[in-house]
């Protein structure tokens, strides 16, 4: 069975950061491209980051590129997002993602329950 599981979110002040972390298990395929996406209430999906391929070519919202880092363990089978300088903005679910080298965010898979960023003083 394939599952994600997410963790690391939080509540924390602007300018602050947060790590978030994804462990996979279930999947079978040799190479599998994660990352994340975020949704706010009444807002659109968004995809946050990805690690597209072997070569670790890698994606980012144009809002997060300098604040966000997105990396893998592959022995591990998680990625990590670490998230600096936080905006509210940036509030929303998050969510990690298999098949995130699909252009539209809605079609990114997810497989486990997110993990709630909370950016507020």
């Known amino acids: 069975q394939m599952q994600t599981a997410e963790s690391g979110g939080g509540l924390v002040q602007p300018g602050g950061s947060l790590r978030l972390s994804c462990v996979a298990s279930g999947f079978t395929r040799d190479y599998l491209p994660m990352g994340w996406f975020r949704q706010a209430p009444g807002k659109e999906r968004e995809g946050v980051s990805c690690?597209?391929?072997?070569?670790?070519?890698?994606y980012y919202l144009d809002s997060v590129k300098g604040r966000f880092t997105i990396s893998r363990d592959n022995a591990k089978n998680a990625i990590y997002l670490q998230m600096n300088s936080l905006k509210p903005e940036d509030t929303a679910v998050y969510y990690c993602a298999t098949d995130c080298d699909q252009q539209d965010p809605y079609d990114w898979d997810y497989w486990g329950q997110g993990t709630q960023v909370t950016v507020s003083s």
């Open positions: 690690i597209r391929n072997r070569e670790g070519n890698t």
